[in-house]
Structure formats: C-alpha cells, structure tokens
T-cell receptor
Framework: KAGVTQTPRYLIKTRGQQVTLSCSPISGHRSVSWYQQTPGQGLQFLFEYFSETQRNKGNFPGRFSGRQFSNSRSEMNVSTLELGDSALYLC???????????FGPGTRLLVL | GQQLNQSPQSMFIQEGEDVSMNCTSSSIFNTWLWYKQEPGEGPVLLIALYKAGELTSNGRLTAQFGITRKDSFLNISASIPSDVGIYFCAGRGNNAGNMLTFGGGTRLMVKP
C-alpha cells in the first residue's frame, strides 16, 4: 500500500510570490490535514479536509488556503509569500475522525 | 500556537540505557499519538493510544495514556543508535476531527 506522497519535495520562492503544494493521501483515506513545521514554532495545524470539505482550521492568516478534490488529493496554497513562511509543510492522511494519521515526507519551502 | 508540554527537550544517553519522555496538557485529549522524525523526513507513527489508562507496546517502545487524559509517556528500553531522532507526542481532542496538537519534541541522541 503506497504511503502519503507530497510534491514537490523542495521549493524556493521569493517574497510576494505564491506557491501551491500537493498531497496524495493513502488509498482509501478521505482526510488530509496540513501542518507547518518550523524550528521556532514546532508543528502547527493549518487545516483539515474531509470529503472535499474543510473540517477544521488553525490560526493562520487567510493567505493560507487549501482544497481537496474528489479523489481525496489535496492542495494548499500560500499567497503573497513572506520570509516567515519558510518551513517544512507536512500533510497527514487519515480516515474518519479519531483514526490514526500518517504523515508524508513534507515539502520544504524556502522564501528568499 | 498551542502546544503540549513535552519533556525533556533533549537527551544524550549511552547505548543500552532506557529512555523516558512525557507530555502534559491543560486540555483533555481522546487520542494520544507518538511519532519519531528523522532529518529530512516526515513524522513516522510509533504508537497510538485511544483509551485512558491504556498501555501499549511496540517492540522496545511502551506508551501509556494517562488516567486524567491530560498526559502520556513514552519509554524506550535498551536504546540503540538507530533510536536517534526527534520524538513527538500529539493529542487529539473531542470534536476535533483529525486535528492534532503537538508537543515541542524530545531530541534523542545515543552514544554507541
């Protein structure tokens, strides 16, 4: 069974640009959650999508958005990038609420 | 962002020693998860706990879900060099979908 895949693995952008990251969950999983990981703030929840609907949202500005497609693949978008958006962005795949979640390898974003 | 209180922040131990780390929260959680992360990778699930008082083992790893539902600990017995990494606890609250709140991590270093 294939694991969680994230693309791209690495990305370099400049301030003011926007970026789209992609996550394909484990086959059969309908929940995709996104997290931002930085040395200073640790792992912080961005949002969760379940069956194409946003189910939960963390405390991030509106520049961070996401969506989920009918095949459960999810994308997150960050507009008007800031230096502080440099981080490892992780997605986690899960089933119904409360089930175990599995993480992908992450996308490392560097904003210059 | 909100985080669980995880301690210790780092440990430098001799191969063969046992290790213990714990997480505490001011909030009640319905699920506790323990992950290990190695450089350049996403967190890998080690143990999942779903019931207060539950004690679960996975090889040399043992974790417990605290009776108060506000804490959890992870023990590693007879540590080996490949145990090196950062260990994270994560909790899922009631009505939170699959949203996880993470501890700050415990960096484990093992001296052969």
């Amino acid at each position: 069974k294939a694991g969680v895949t994230q693309t791209p693995r690495y990305l370099i952008k400049t301030r003011g640009q926007q970026v789209t990251l992609s996550c394909s969950p484990i086959s059969g999983h309908r929940s995709v959650s996104w997290y931002q990981q930085t040395p200073g703030q640790g792992l912080q929840f961005l949002f969760e999508y379940f069956s194409e609907t946003q189910r939960n949202k963390g405390n991030f500005p509106g520049r961070f958005s996401g969506r989920q497609f009918s095949n459960s693949r999810s994308e997150m978008n960050v507009s008007t990038l800031e230096l502080g958006d440099s981080a490892l962005y992780l997605c986690a795949s899960g089933g119904l609420a409360g089930e175990t979640q599995y993480f992908g390898p992450g996308t490392r974003l560097l904003v210059l | 962002g909100q985080q669980l209180n995880q301690s210790p922040q780092s440990m430098f131990i001799q191969e063969g020693e046992d290790v213990s780390m714990n997480c505490t929260s001011s909030s009640i959680f319905n699920t506790w998860l323990w992950y290990k992360q190695e450089p350049g990778e996403g967190p890998v699930l080690l143990i999942a706990l779903y019931k207060a008082g539950e004690l679960t083992s996975n090889g040399r790893l043992t974790a417990q879900f605290g009776i108060t539902r506000k804490d959890s600990f992870l023990n590693i017995s007879a540590s080996i060099p490949s145990d090196v990494g950062i260990y994270f606890c994560a909790g899922r609250g009631n009505n939170a979908g699959n949203m996880l709140t993470f501890g700050g991590g415990t960096r484990l270093m093992v001296k052969p």
